[in-house]
């Protein structure tokens, strides 16, 4: 009895003693990244909305769940350990009473049934998760492996960890079954099982035995309990956390402020010597930062779910995230220094590591090469999927931010875009005059704003650049116009007073340009005093709506695709000529995914006599991005394949008629794939990809006599006098000689 307690406390204190060094470590590398009051904040505001989060995402598992086969096993896992943490409370308290049993639950078969119950459970769990690694074997599947570049050898271990923690539970409750000493009677059928196989060595042997798995229990639980401190598995006690500070309701829809010290910047009091421009160091990061690196399982869903990745780029959301958390802890010595003597001292390998930029390419040694950075679309698929709340697009546009405005590096075609924003206002460099051509040859008039709509205009119809000045996406703007007007909604639009919401400088990184922008729009929209903004760029309604409010614009914005179905149901929109046709929906990334508008497209093409819809493997939630996302419009696409060929091949899986959508940037992007598709001969002629809005256009009745579309005062009605230009380039052709030297990409 003496050498159990010795042996069982000696452990116990070698085990705390090392876990509890190295949690104090992460601990402390952990707070060397930068404050974020806002986190902190919203935990105090919000303690009922957190409790909720918990109970779904960490004890309901909700996320891993609905990956079924994989999340159940999980699940399983999680809630036996829950429940085992009992037999680690009795495997305690037999070092030393042999008869112990827990107070307030003392020889109550239940509990004993149901240790037993999890115990299998966990044990089921594991050899699912052993299967799932064997028939996904990276060294065999290769990139299609969500677990390619994961810590494989380290996930092994976990798991013959895990069965040596079942194995030794059942063998010391057997033994103990056969010693006498057993705390439940009856119930606990796996230790039942394990004591019948026991039982021929006799009531010594069992004795000796009891006393050895008890010993080997622990062994495993507190060796288990240091490796976890090293290893991926810290997830356990990180994921709670990582959860209850993560954004609500997750990581999509707006991007997060530029903050410096906890504090949101002002550029214009903002100091490139004391402030933090984005992340150019990983101790930028803040500590919800790093405590998101330390979190990820590896479990490569994100991975799995990329776009970029999936198209053979360098882009891993799961690579990148381990990347970032290997330099962080290859870091911490550097960080943790007090002093620069201190430094000096340090070996070699952190101050190599302490040395390498956070981006740069291979020759410089980049902890993320600016492939990896560049190929982000935001499409946000990581974020969905990931089941500990990781905020990865956040993490990449932080690191896009300090790339662009201090290191002025970034893909060099980008800058066309950047500066057409900041001179003319539109990623073309069109300029406003021409944002008014779309309206010609509309046989009504469209209300032009000039000032405060009044109460009668119930929606500002926010156009949008492409909306506005790309031939394809006007098309869907004068279906729109023409649907609001047969409807009889009154409505006005800003048209040369409109300006790019600055979308796409944000996603780039170029912060300074998107609150210029902004700025300019909230005072534009501030003095139009809308009722409703109705958005028909999921873009401009995803900035409009939930990144304005950070510089002071509320407004109520929705997408067209909601308003025209809110119409359709209202009966002030009437589908009726057929459109006999198979008719496949991608679903917007900024729309669907983001927002989570799913239905109101979907509605619309439902009430088409004719349509056939039909979906796509990939659809809502778990749509496939077109490619355009994350500023990636603007940019080259030079590894791998394109990403718009790879979801237009999925539609034509389909074999549709028509490929619908509900977005400029997808219209163009999927447009031009289908060109492409059609000049090899691989897609129909007749195919054709159309906005949700041209789809019930062709279907509503002509438009009657509709007394809504007078001019607003001071109303400026637009009749450009110029005919439409021909079509502009979709993407900006590479920029001329005389464009400021970007460098990387
Ligand atoms: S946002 Fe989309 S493209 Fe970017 S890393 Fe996540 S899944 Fe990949
Ligand atoms: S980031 Fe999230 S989804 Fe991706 S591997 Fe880590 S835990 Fe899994």
Known sequence: MVLRIVVGLVLTAVAFGLAGRRLWWLYRVGRAGQPAPERIAAVREHPGRDVETQAAEVIGQRKLLQWSVPGTAHALTFWGFIVLLLTIIEAYGALFSRTFAIPGIGHWAF???????FAVGVLAGIITFAVIRLRTDPKRAGRASRFFGSHTGAAWLVLLMIFLVIATLLLYRGAQINTGVFPYAHGAFASEIVGHWLAPLGTGVNSVLETTFILAQLAVVLGFLVFLTYSKHLHIFLAPLNVLFSRRPNGLRALQPMRSGGKVLDFEEADPDTDIFGRGKIEDFTWKGLLDMATCTECGRCQSQCPAWATGKPLSPKQLVMD?????????????????EEREKLPDHVKQEAARPLVGDSASHGVIDPDVLWACTNCGACVEECPVDIEHIDHISDMRRYQVLIESSFPVEAATMLKNLENKG??????????????????????????????????????????ALEDRARKTTRAIATLLHTAGVKFAVLGPAETCTGDPARRMGNEFVFSMLAQQNIETLNEAAPRTVVASCPHCFNALANEYPQLGG????????????????????????PVAEKITYHDPCFLGRHN?????????????????????????????????????????ERIGKRINTERIEEAL???????????????VMLGDAIAAKKASGEAPESLEIVDVAQ?????????????????????????????????????????PPDTPPPAGG
């Open 111 to 117: 509990i004993g049934f149901i240790e037993d119950l």
């Open 324 to 340: 970032l958390r290997d330099h962080a802890l290859a870091k911490g010595p550097y960080l943790l220094a007090a002093s620069d």
């Open 426 to 467: 539109d990623p073309w460099g069109m300029g406003e005059a021409r944002r008014a051509e779309w309206m010609e040859g509309l046989d009504f008039e469209v209300p032009v704003a000039g000032g405060p709509l009044g109460d009668d205009v119930e929606y500002l119809f926010w156009v949008g650049c492409a909306g």
């Open 554 to 577: 509320n407004y109520e914005v929705i997408h067209h695709t909601q308003l025209l179905a809110r119409l359709v149901e209202q009966g002030k929109l009437t589908p009726v000529t």
């Open 596 to 636: 989570k508008v799913f239905s109101p497209p979907r509605e619309i093409m439902e009430r088409v006599p004719g349509v056939q819809p039909q979906e796509m493997h990939r659809c809502k939630d778990r749509g496939f991005c077109c490619g355009a996302g994350g500023a990636r419009m603007w940019m080259e």
């Open 653 to 667: 899986g389909t074999n549709p008629d028509t490929v619908s959508t509900a977005c400029p940037y997808c219209l």
């Open 695 to 735: 789809l019930l256009a062709r279907s509503v009745q002509p438009a009657q006599p509709v007394q809504s579309a007078q001019p607003v005062q001071p109303a400026q009605p637009v009749r450009p006098a110029q005919p439409v230009r021909p079509a502009q380039p979709a993407r900006p052709a590479p920029p």
